[in-house]
């Protein structure tokens, strides 16, 4: 379960990450299977350490492959947010997969069945 954090600050920072990393991964980046990925959401620490970058796959696209292109890719994604000078230091990156709107698609059938089970027996 994600927690959001305490403070303005490392919502704003988060925001600004998140911007930032999709233009790299979009324009920068020369792997292909980075085009098949979607960032939905970054999380920062309160201290600003650790960055949660939370994203969802394409169907048809082998999620693994995807996550072994942004382990080789890190090492230029950090050097392409350390240049563009908007954090005072490099937070650690964890890129987890998104499974929220697999969850709320889960919840969706559920209600769609409570609902049909209602109809059939009223």
Known sequence: MRRRPLGKRPVRVA????????TILLTRCADPRLLDLTLTEV??????????VYYVVRQGVDPEE?????????GFIRGEIAKAH????MP???????DSLDRAARVEALFREIGKRGEDQG
């Open 66 to 74: 995807v996550l072994a292109a942004l382990d080789k890719a890190l």
């Open 92 to 98: 650690e990156f964890h890129f987890l997969p998104d």
């Open 86 to 89: 908007i954090l005072r230091t």
């Open 43 to 52: 999380e920062m620490t309160p201290d600003l350490k650790q960055a949660r």
């Open 15 to 22: 925001e600004l990450l998140k911007e930032c990393l999709a």
